[in-house]
């Protein structure tokens, strides 16, 4: 199948540059070889992905799946991982719709009720169904991650977002990127990354993650770097990583071929200009 075109933004001739600084050379550490900023129509550039996320919808609320962090919660953990978005979603109005978020049932009950529930197919819209993956697991998961949540739900809010991310992480069934996810999600914070498949690939690819690094060991070294690029190009972090995972996502295996595609971009090493962007932003 052959990879798509996608249409530059603007023609070349009229390319907006952030600070001049197509020519700049990106390296994340001295093992990776150099890439290039590049030019905002250049697909995969780190330039690229900024304007991506400038031409992402904005506004109050818009990257939130839920009503409320608790529900924000379920609707992410419900996600993620050898889950579709749209099934993932699905799942989440289900329980949702059932009253099984919002109410604080016994644990045992739960499991049982959601398993039960998410069982049965899912309707995706426009006739399409599915079955979830994960439907005795995940419910397990989210009644614990719940009914934990509750002892500090009330003062949830009066935490800072990284403190909020900390927190989350402590309960069952959430990691770094989950926890990251939810307060992405429901602050539209920017003192957070959600560093998944996608945003690790394009990273790479622009120039900005190191190929050694690994998740979830090297989350904060991803997360620093991609809140640093986000800055660089004075866009928000949380519309930036939208960008890369609505566009990378739909694209499936034709945008990893596009990413594996991007040696035009990248330069030999040169020991004079080869320096992390981080030191000179």
Partial sequence: MPIPTLPATRKPTEVAVVDNCASRV????????????????????????????????????????????????????????GIPGPVGNAAFEVLRDAGLIDS??????????MSSLLAAPLHLGAGRWA??????????????????????????????????????????????????????????SDAVAVIDVHIRRAGIA??????????????????????????????????????????LSSLGSQGRAILSNNAIFSRPADANRSTCMSSES
């Fill in 131 to 188: 079955r979830y993956r994960f439907h005795q697991q995940r419910p397990r998961r989210l009644a614990a991650a719940l009914s934990t949540f509750s002892a500090w739900e009330e003062v949830a809010e009066e935490l800072s977002d990284t403190e909020l991310r900390d927190n989350l992480m402590g309960l069952p069934g959430i990691g770094p990127k989950t926890a990251s996810w939810v307060v992405r999600n429901h602050r539209a």
């Fill in 206 to 247: 622009a120039g900005l993650f190191c190929r050694s690094w690994n998740l979830p060991r090297d989350y904060q070294k991803f997360e620093d770097a991609f809140l640093t690029w986000a800055s660089y190009g004075s866009v928000s972090a949380a519309d930036l990583d939208a960008a890369i995972w609505r566009l």
């Fill in 104 to 113: 604080h049932l016994d644990e045992n009950l739960m499991v049982t009720t």
């Fill in 26 to 81: 990106l390296n994340a550490c001295t093992c990776c070889t150099p890439v290039l900023w590049g030019e905002d129509w250049q697909l995969g550039t780190a330039s690229f992905w900024i304007q991506q996320a400038l031409e992402f919808p904005t506004g109050a609320g818009c990257h939130r799946l839920g009503n409320s962090l608790r529900q924000e919660i379920a609707a992410c953990m419900l996600g993620g991982y």
